[in-house]
């Protein structure tokens, strides 16, 4: 049999995103929150005169935008999925207990002499 010339593909399903694709995803996050900021405030330019309340509103969003925006963007990587367990555990035994002492039993100590050295007496 001929060995395949082609390397193998071995599929990771549990591992993470690679850090360049991290860290590209949230650049374009935090530039697409930028666009929406820069939109609010143009808006906020407009409709100052038009809907004074609607102005307002937008001029809130551009203003607490940028901090969401580099909140998200620093925020790190997603965790590690957990991986299913591919081990199957055993059935689980009770532990053994220690024999639990008699009361009826006579103890070995308490019954006297001990039989050995009457016998040198």
């Not at 990771?12 to 650049?27: H, K, N, P, S, Y």
């Not at 005169?49 to 001029?59: E, K, P, R």
Request: charged share 20%; net charge neutral.
């Amino acid at each position: 049999m001929r060995k395949q010339s082609s390397p193998e593909v071995f599929r990771i399903t549990g591992a993470r995103q690679g850090l360049e694709d991290d860290v590209r995803g949230r650049q374009r996050r935090y530039a697409i929150s930028m666009a929406v900021r820069t939109v609010s405030i143009i808006l906020t330019m407009l409709l100052w005169n038009v809907q004074l309340w609607l102005a307002v509103g937008t001029l809130v969003l551009g203003a607490v935008l940028p901090y969401i925006a580099v909140v998200i963007a620093n925020a790190g990587r997603e965790n590690v999925p957990s991986l299913p367990s591919t081990f199957v555990p055993g059935p689980s035994r009770a532990a053994l207990e220690a024999p639990k002492p008699d009361a009826e039993a006579p103890d070995d100590r308490a019954s006297g002499p001990d039989e050995s050295s009457e016998g040198r007496a």
